[in-house]
């Protein structure tokens, strides 16, 4: 059974100029210097905003039965780029590649790295455009990744089609320094394997007379423990700055909490995350800019989940009343 752990995304709080913040998703922002290419005279890529271009990560959030929140997991990125005409024809071009962190594309990815000679499934390898089947397919030939593009509703004129060409091999180029070259993890030998985890919470108790609460989300990498045991080291820490609302005696104050580096993480019957934080900004004369404490997030078996923040003295999100929900999951 996986642990589930949440440690929702939260806005930074802006109290003064100059707030730092941390990327929750370091894929997606390699994956954004990937631009869609420019669309062709007579087609038009539409912004992101408006659904001309999409990207999936293994941190991209999806809609998974009751759970909103679950992420997509698979150490892959694609990124889709679609085309559109005045008169409703739609054309989509995408690149896939499989990430540094997949321990065996050879086995889930299977796509690419053409140039080891091994043996590309009909479905997947590289396609020459014909007239009849409409699909123009390129593969990497030292990165286990692919683009394409399928004009299965025949929305592409004649002259259309080099232009396609060109720039699905553009993507797939523009790919190849964050795709998985074709070496077996170690060469061969032993290797570290490492595990994406996420997580989030979304907080709201009383402690004390004084009602806090919070909400974040970030992710982290583990890797395997030397001594057997499921988790060793854990790296890569990163999470949204979050606001941490305090009120007492009617007085509603804000602090601006910044999470760094991990210090302890469990996972077992439950999982336990530990890590240090700062306040970058804070209206509260007790607990100024600069303080450091520690977050956490607790998920036991037969227990109600617990997230604390440790602070200026006090402890917050952890008491009685208002709800708590947190979740830690591997990938």
């Given at each position: 059974m996986r642990a589930r752990v949440i440690f929702g995304v939260l806005?930074?709080?802006?109290?003064?100029?100059?707030?730092?913040?941390v990327s929750a998703d370091p894929y997606r922002d390699q994956a954004n210097s990937i631009a869609c290419p420019s669309a062709p005279?007579?087609?038009?890529?539409?912004?992101e905003s408006q659904g001309g271009r999409y990207v999936l990560t293994p941190l991209t959030g999806v809609a998974s039965g009751d759970d909103p929140t679950e992420f997509f997991a698979a150490p892959i990125v694609q990124i889709d780029c679609h085309y559109r005409t005045t008169d409703g024809k739609d054309v989509q071009l995408f690149v896939r590649y499989a990430l540094p962190i997949d321990i065996n594309p050879w086995n889930d990815f299977y796509?690419?790295?053409?140039?080891?000679?091994?043996?590309?499934?009909?479905?997947?390898?590289?396609?020459?455009?014909?007239?009849?089947?409409?699909?123009?397919?390129?593969?990497?030939?030292?990165?286990?990744?692919?683009?394409?593009?399928?004009?299965?509703?025949?929305?592409?004129?004649?002259?259309?089609?080099?232009?396609?060409?060109?720039?699905?091999?553009?993507?797939?180029?523009?790919?190849?320094?964050?795709?998985?070259?074709?070496?077996?993890?170690g060469n061969g030998g032993p290797v570290t394997i490492k595990s994406i985890w996420t997580f989030s919470?979304?907080?709201?108790?009383?402690?004390?007379?004084?009602?806090?609460?919070?909400?974040?989300?970030?992710?982290?990498?583990?890797?395997?423990?030397?001594?057997?045991?499921?988790?060793?080291?854990?790296?890569?820490?990163?999470?949204?700055?979050?606001?941490?609302?305090?009120?007492?005696?009617?007085?509603?104050?804000?602090?601006?909490?910044?999470?760094?580096?991990?210090?302890?993480?469990?996972?077992?019957?439950?999982?336990?995350?530990?890590?240090?934080?700062?306040?970058?900004?804070?209206?509260?004369?007790?607990?100024?800019?600069?303080?450091?404490?520690?977050?956490?997030v607790s998920l036991q078996s037969l227990t109600p989940p617990r997230v604390a923040v440790n602070v200026c003295g006090q402890t917050f999100l952890d008491g009685k009343g208002g709800a708590v929900s947190a979740q830690i999951k591997s990938a």
């Amino acid at each position: 059974m996986r642990a589930r752990v949440i440690f929702g995304v939260l806005s930074v709080l802006v109290l003064t100029a100059g707030t730092a913040s941390v990327s929750a998703d370091p894929y997606r922002d390699q994956a954004n210097s990937i631009a869609c290419p420019s669309a062709p005279s007579g087609w038009v890529n539409p912004p992101e905003s408006q659904g001309g271009r999409y990207v999936l990560t293994p941190l991209t959030g999806v809609a998974s039965g009751d759970d909103p929140t679950e992420f997509f997991a698979a150490p892959i990125v694609q990124i889709d780029c679609h085309y559109r005409t005045t008169d409703g024809k739609d054309v989509q071009l995408f690149v896939r590649y499989a990430l540094p962190i997949d321990i065996n594309p050879w086995n889930d990815f299977y796509v690419g790295c053409t140039a080891t000679g091994r043996p590309q499934p009909d479905s997947t390898a590289a396609k020459a455009w014909n007239d009849d089947e409409r699909v123009y397919r390129v593969v990497g030939a030292q990165t286990w990744s692919l683009a394409t593009f399928i004009d299965n509703l025949r929305a592409l004129g004649k002259n259309d089609v080099p232009r396609f060409e060109a720039m699905t091999d553009a993507m797939l180029k523009a790919a190849q320094p964050f795709a998985h070259n074709c070496q077996l993890a170690g060469n061969g030998g032993p290797v570290t394997i490492k595990s994406i985890w996420t997580f989030s919470f979304d907080a709201h108790a009383t402690n004390a007379g004084i009602t806090s609460s919070a909400k974040d989300s970030g992710s982290f990498l583990t890797t395997a423990s030397t001594s057997g045991s499921s988790v060793g080291t854990i790296t890569n820490l990163v999470a949204k700055n979050f606001r941490l609302k305090v009120t007492s005696k009617g007085k509603s104050e804000f602090l601006a909490i910044h999470v760094g580096a991990p210090i302890q993480f469990q996972h077992g019957y439950g999982s336990l995350l530990r890590a240090q934080v700062v306040v970058t900004a804070s209206n509260d004369t007790a607990c100024r800019k600069g303080s450091s404490g520690t977050l956490l997030v607790s998920l036991q078996s037969l227990t109600p989940p617990r997230v604390a923040v440790n602070v200026c003295g006090q402890t917050f999100l952890d008491g009685k009343g208002g709800a708590v929900s947190a979740q830690i999951k591997s990938a």
